[in-house]
């Protein structure tokens, strides 16, 4: 008998035509991937909006989701209690996570600063010195070395001040940090922020929901101006600040003659380590004796944007097309670091004998080899998956099929690039993006970001949601697995200008950018929050982030992360749309803080809708509201 998965058409479950041609294959072939699990695992409805407390062994609790006020919890936490909480511990893991990833690469620019790390230097002095005037420490008549050492204390703060507000929160807007201010949300270092969340959610502590959202917000401020910005930054002065770059992504970049090596997760160093270790002439040698024409790097996720924006490296594809890509039977490696890793990976590799190979010491995975990436001598990791993929391509006899589609795109537009592209100001010189936004050619300007879910159409609401913005003359700025569903749509070409309305078109044209444009990794929404800042520095369009026309989306979100990253943007003062689904019973006065009430206090809000017009609707309305306000409204 046919299973359920099985009777759900490929293209019922994504638009990604190389990922539908791979879910043939892996039925043909007999191999499980996530999506048919998506299909044979439905939600627990109580766990799906939120409604169960599990934080101590009096539980666990199930409230009523239809009713959500006709009962309590053993200890008597309300259902706001409950749902706060939850929310809470996901922004506290969200912002756990992106803090995390920014001290390792604090660490790492430690090492350089130090001296003890020699394989990575300082590539951007430009950048350091920029970021450490804008955290008020000299630069004139010092040598590089004399800041970066500075800097590296001040960034430290951003984890470890118990007490006052961390440096960064200098980039602000000065009426949106007095909101902050006056809600008493500053951020400290984010250990004590993520800490003092884990210790109000538990059993007994905070039972307000009002006063846990401060916290909540707190923390997830302490994830976007504090670690994410860290890890932003930081990757910039050591790898190179993005410059727009033409890239190919989608799996028609694996090459059937070539030893394939797949980087997949989140923190650059891995992937260029093995930009490296790929270009070393014996590694070369090496692979041509196994009989490939060369070895083929090609990135994926959040890795594969980072160097994709840095150095123009191939992407095959964003989370959801992590196992498909597998299926292909071309890649002869796949290593992985940290986030967004299914471990269904290691099983999938061993159906097709692809090496799969852990190099960090915080994400092993049962099943997989583990070769430990040491930032004092990355080499000897990188050089040593590049050896096992040359051995893997050399007894490959597994069927190949690779997917023929790909595109190409132009990205790596960082926040720095943005400000010159448009003048050199966000105001003067030629027609730059505060000028156009009141003049009317743009509307306003949407981040659209965020994952892909097994539970939503792979891709299909990153596209229609985008196109519908830059019909409307909505100027887009992307990262994140949103990025790639837009590229592999051809979205991120010059081109795509044909698709947008008149204003958005015409300065599109003028200044040769496309209407989306890609900023990098989820890390780099901290890029978002700078152009937002700068918009607002710049004048004509209001005094706090939260007067902008703007507004964000994430509409096939599925991480921890993506919460705190939606929390940050609300706190910053954006208008923030998720899709598909959202962490909260409904009805509850929770829901209503989160969804008008933050908006009367001078933040922004959350909005959800599930269909990408209906968000696009709501985006809109938004900026058209914040328009008025402006008295920008024709
Ligand atoms: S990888 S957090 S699925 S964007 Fe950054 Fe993609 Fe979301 Fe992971």
Redesign the pocket.
């Known amino acids: 008998m046919a299973k359920l998965s099985d009777l759900i058409r490929p293209e019922d479950i994504t638009t990604c035509d190389s990922t539908q041609q791979m879910i043939h294959k892996a039925r043909k072939d007999g191999v499980e991937l996530f999506f048919d699990r998506a299909e044979s695992m439905r939600p627990c409805p109580i766990g799906n909006e939120s409604a169960c407390c599990k934080h101590c062994s009096m539980g666990p609790c199930r409230l009523n989701t239809k009713d959500p006020y006709s009962r309590v919890g053993i200890c008597g936490a309300t259902i706001d209690t409950i749902v706060a909480r939850n929310f809470g511990r996901m922004v506290a893991a969200g912002t756990a996570a992106h803090t995390d990833h920014g001290m390792a690469m604090l660490d790492l620019f430690r090492g350089v600063v130090e001296g003890t790390v020699k394989d990575f230097e300082i590539k951007d002095p430009i950048k350091l010195r920029e970021v450490a005037e804008s955290l008020d420490i000299p630069t004139e008549d010092r040598t590089t070395l004399e800041i970066a050492k500075d800097l590296y204390k001040a960034l430290e703060l951003t984890y470890t001040q118990v007490d006052g507000e961390i440096p960064l929160v200098k980039r602000v807007p000065a009426k949106t940090l007095e909101t902050w201010r006056q809600e008493g949300i500053v951020p400290r270092g984010a250990m004590r922020e993520i800490m003092e969340m884990m210790h109000r959610t538990a059993m007994g502590v905070d039972q307000d929901y009002e006063n846990i959202t401060k916290q909540i917000s707190r923390t997830a401020l302490a994830d976007g101006w504090g670690g994410s910005m860290v890890s932003t930054d930081i990757s910039d002065i050591l790898f190179g600040t993005p410059s727009p770059v033409e890239v190919e992504v989608d799996m028609g970049v694996l090459k059937e003659d070539h030893v394939n090596i797949i980087v997949h997760g989140?923190e650059p160093i891995l992937l260029e380590a093995m930009i490296v270790s790929a270009g070393s002439p014996s590694l070369k040698q090496m692979a041509v004796d196994a009989g490939a024409k060369g070895i083929n790097l090609v990135g994926m996720?959040?890795s594969g944007?980072d160097v994709l924006s840095r150095h123009g490296i191939p992407h095959a594809g964003?989370?959801s097309s992590t196992e498909a890509v597998l299926v292909s039977g071309a890649v002869d490696a796949m290593t992985v670091d940290i986030?967004?890793i299914k471990q269904d990976l290691a099983k999938v590799c061993e159906c097709y004998e692809t090496v799969f190979i852990t190099t960090n010491y915080r994400a092993k995975i049962e099943g997989a080899m583990h070769v430990e990436m040491d930032e004092h001598n990355p080499l000897e990791c990188t050089d040593e998956i590049i050896i096992k993929a040359i051995s893997r391509y050399k007894h490959r006899n597994k069927a190949i099929q690779i997917p023929r589609r790909k595109a190409k795109g132009i990205h790596g537009f960082s926040h720095e690039y943005i400000k010159y592209m448009l003048g050199g100001s966000f105001r003067s010189g030629y027609e730059p993006l505060n000028e156009n936004i009141i003049n009317g050619r743009i509307r306003g300007a949407a981040g659209v970001?965020?994952?892909?879910n097994p539970r939503s159409k792979q891709d299909f609401s990153h596209v229609e949601l985008v196109k519908e913005l830059i019909k409307n003359d909505i100027l887009v700025v992307q990262?994140?697995?949103?990025q790639m569903a837009l590229a592999k749509a051809g979205l991120t070409t010059p081109g795509a200008a044909a698709l947008a309305g008149p204003g958005l078109a015409e300065v599109c044209e003028t200044v040769g950018i496309p209407p989306v444009l890609g900023l990098g990794?989820?890390?780099d929404n901290s890029r978002i929050l700078m152009i937002l800042a700068e918009m607002v520095k710049t004048g004509g369009l209001g005094e706090a982030i939260a007067d902008l026309p703007v507004a964000g989306c994430a509409p096939e979100?599925?991480?921890e992360?993506?919460i705190a990253i939606g929390q940050y943007f609300v706190a910053s003062g954006v208008f923030t749309v998720f899709g598909h689904t959202f962490p909260i019973t409904k009805g509850t006065k929770f829901e209503k803080h989160l969804f008008e009430e933050l908006a009367g206090k001078g933040f922004g809000k959350w909005g959800f809708a599930s269909d990408p017009i209906e968000m696009a609707r709501l985006m809109i309305a938004h900026i058209d509201r914040k328009r008025k306000d402006l008295g920008i409204d024709k």
């Open positions: 989140h996720c959040c944007l964003n989370f986030q967004c970001v965020g994952c892909t990262t994140g697995c949103s990794a989820c890390v979100w599925m991480s992360k993506a």
